[in-house]
């Protein structure tokens, strides 16, 4: 969400050098044998403008701008600070608050957000370790075609993780997730074939 502060240094720092270049080249320069025409004068200015932009402007902190808009029902933003939570940027991961927006999304259909629903459970990141659960949300989110998902039921299916074992099952969902270019689950079905 935030660029890291190294990051927006450099750039604070690369447009204020091309800044400084570029008045130096256009007003400061003693010789008048170039001529800087409109268009080399806004590309000019407008690489230090951009470095600029980004260190000061793009590098600010957003979650409170995406929580308001998570809170009126933005998918991507729910998302999005599912993610940051869940993964920790500068902190250590919020497992509560991913799960939160993760839910939310969730219960919008969001198969991305079911999958990573089932490996909090499945793992017990920030929720109690329920292999049943997991299998369920896994589950729904296969249903609705997540590669990831059919890989993760054809395991659970073919291991008995979460659910009784099936293997002619797990070989139809494992089938799917391939079919979509999962090498995971494309690598997991050759071996049961064997």
Known sequence: MKPKMSFRIICAFLGILFLFLMVHFVFLNDSKDQEFGIKEILLGFGIPFYFLYYAFWQGRNRIPETVKKAELGNLESQLQL??????????????????????????????????????????????????????????????????????????????????QKNRGKAINWLRLAAQQGHKEAEAFLNNILK
């Open 82 to 163: 599912a993610l940051h939570y869940s993964w920790g940027e500068k902190a250590e991961p919020n497992f509560e608050e991913a799960f939160k927006w993760y839910m939310i999304a969730a219960e919008q259909g969001d198969a991305g957000a079911l999958h990573n629903l089932g490996c909090m459970y499945l793992t017990g990141n920030g929720v109690e370790e329920c292999p049943k659960k997991a299998f369920k949300l896994f589950y729904k989110s296969a249903e609705i075609g997540f590669e990831n998902a059919q890989h993760s039921v054809g395991q659970m299916l073919y291991e008995g993780v979460g659910t």
